[in-house]
């Protein structure tokens, strides 16, 4: 079954950040200077990032067992976390005396504009979710923010009767407004803070930018659509 409301599994709530947390000064790290001016500071370096994502492939793999995955990934901000994940099961499976067959398809949602949620989810495209009856899914997410995003595109993809949908997500967002939807897997859990980097936009801008960082307010006036 995918993420509950009930009871978050054991991996689904991740490193937890919280609301107190300072961030890191961005005077510590390198970044692109396009951007200097635009963020507050930055909410997970890099480096912990890839770590933490190594850890979840290693935990996919444990609770799925080794069966053939079919790996959907969340366009577009969950394309970099989608392709470092896969990366990490490929290579436990190369290391592995049981093969993996891993097929990775994309989706593209959209449920924000500029920083405020639309309330609704629109699948952009022609994806077709018939071709995954019968198949064990692994939807790959950028953010989990309220749930409702993530439990509508679950009801399509459950009218056609997959075999298993687990969720992984980057990030989960403390939110008042979250319906308590939990990922299966989670990288990090962070305060009501609208983040950057890492391949997660702001109107398509700060995709690269390597390090998860906290936008300013004149960050998001310049480049508001």
Known sequence: ????????PDYGRGIVIMDDWPGYDLNLFTYPQHYYGDLEYVLIPHGIIVDRIERLAKDIMKDIGYCDIMVLC????????CADLVEHLKNISRNSDRFVSMKVDFIRLKSYRNDQSMGEMQIIGGYDLSTLAGKNVLIV??????????????SSIEKYKPNMVKVASLLVKRTPRSDGFRP???GFEIPNLFVVGYALDYNEYFRD????????EHGKE???V
């Open 141 to 154: 997410e950028d953010v989990v923010g309220t749930g409702r995003t993530m439990k509508a595109l679950l």
């Open 1 to 8: 079954m995918a993420g509950s409301s009930e009871e978050a």
């Open 184 to 186: 299966n897997y989670a």
């Open 209 to 216: 930018l390597n390090h998860i960082c906290v936008i300013n």
């Open 74 to 81: 969340v366009l577009k901000g969950g394309y970099k976390f």
């Open 222 to 224: 310049k480049y508001r």
